[in-house]
């Protein structure tokens, strides 16, 4: 996914309010929850994502939440856990997780920031969660609507098509 925001240059001591420009370029609804937290409704490819951006100034890490907008039954949840692992296994950044509380799947990585936060680095973050789920949102899918294994879901998001139908 492109990103619309073109000041490569620009360093700020908060990224909240870095992703916060990046989110208005890109014309994402958000909402400023408060100084170190911002919400975002992202379209997907494959359904409604929701960013969460929270920001810790005394680690400087900000961590990013990108929950999917589906939920897991309780009938599937061991198969959905077992499809986790397998991709987790597959990732450098970030990993996947199941909220117990309402079943939401989410992607979330932290980062550490040190003393300046680029728009480039958050441009990257955002790309990078974008499209960690939309690889893997058809193995949910799978997995949930579709009755197959979570070895059988892994195997078929991890196949790459070519061209368009």
Known sequence: MAMLYTE???TVTDPIDLIEQIVAANEWPFDRAGDGELSV?????????????SWRE????LQLTLAFDQRVPPARRGEIYELL???NEQLWLGH????SEDGVILFRHASLMGDAVSVGTC???IDIAI????????????VLWGGKS????????LIDTVGEA
């Open 150 to 157: 979570a070895g059988d879901a892994l195997l078929a998001s």
């Open 131 to 142: 499209s960690t789920c939309e690889r893997f949102y058809p193995a949910f899918q799978f």
């Open 41 to 53: 409704a992202v379209n997907g490819s494959w359904c409604d994502y929701h960013f969460g951006f």
């Open 58 to 61: 005394p680690e400087r890490a």
């Open 123 to 125: 441009e990257e973050l």
């Open 8 to 10: 490569r240059e620009t």
């Open 96 to 99: 996947f997780d199941l909220w």
């Open 85 to 87: 692992g397998l991709i």
